[in-house]
């Protein structure tokens, strides 16, 4: 893959995606399911928070999970044994550089990966090569610029753009949840469907308020505190202004919003 990886490779950025990943499970996974016997590859499995999920829930399906991160696989596949799980196999590949024949699979599912890429229409690309005739792809992004929240705060939403603006610097793109629909039908997908998954938390939904705002949404944007001041997109007061207002929200009378993207097509 052409971008590197913003977040970081950190023991901190392993929890955020695992305490995203739990926190997500019913918004983004409650309609995720593959048949038995069905081969599946999930394109980009980092540390295997979201593998978890899908092979526990299609256990009679068969998935090949990659990634470009020996790190990473190692985490996965430590998950993976501890949760018990027998039909998954990881393996180091790169997006661009398959190592797998045309229609291998039956389904290919990418989650948080297209964001991170300079070219994720040529990725898709290459993954629809992959699919059977009448296979399906599911992709799940956020978008940045769907962010809102209660108190306001413009200092908030400086930090935020500066997550967004690191990101582009890398090759990715924050906000491409809104451009799912469009890349599917330009990769030559048919039957495209997306749907939003709002995550609306307030002090009515305690675990939400902890398990996103704080662990997951927050703690996301404070993770790119020095390479922001670094690259002179913010001063150290300011930036830290915006975690403590973002952090705020979490309060009983705060409110966070935030929309994920979930598209599915069909390799004709």
Not at 17 to 41: I, S
Not at 86 to 101: E, H, M, R
Not at 232 to 259: H, W
């Amino acid at each position: 893959m052409s971008s590197s990886y913003v977040h970081g490779y950190g023991a901190t950025e392993v929890q955020r995606l695992q305490d995203q990943a739990t926190t997500l499970v019913e918004l983004l996974h409650a309609d995720t399911a593959y048949a038995a016997g069905a081969k599946v590859l999930e394109a980009g499995c980092g540390v295997g928070a979201q593998t978890i999920t899908l092979a526990d829930r299609s256990p009679q399906a068969h998935f090949t999970s990659i990634d470009r991160s020996a790190d990473s696989l190692a985490r996965a596949r430590q998950a993976a044994a501890a949760a018990g799980l027998t039909n998954v196999v990881f393996q180091q590949a790169d997006i661009f550089d398959l190592p797998f024949g045309r229609h291998s699979f039956d389904h290919v599912f990418v989650c948080f990966v297209l964001e991170h890429l300079a070219r994720p229409l040529e990725a898709l690309v290459e993954l629809r090569g992959l699919l059977r005739p009448g296979g399906t792809i599911t992709v799940i992004e956020g978008d940045h610029g769907s962010t809102y929240f209660h108190p306001d705060s413009d200092y908030a939403r400086k930090a935020i753009s500066c997550q967004v603006a690191l990101q582009a610097r890398a090759g990715g793109d924050a906000t491409i949840g809104r451009r799912i629909f469009p890349l599917l039908v330009e990769a030559g997908f048919t039957m495209p469907r997306v749907s939003p998954r709002m995550v609306y938390v307030d002090a009515s939904k305690p675990s939400l308020v902890d398990g996103f705002i704080c662990k997951t949404f927050t703690a996301m944007v404070e993770g790119v505190r020095a390479p922001a001041i670094d690259a002179r997109l913010v001063t150290p007061g300011e930036f830290d202004r915006g975690i403590a207002d973002l952090y705020r929200t979490a309060e009983p009378d705060g409110v966070f919003c935030y929309t994920f993207f979930k598209g599915s097509a069909v390799n004709p």
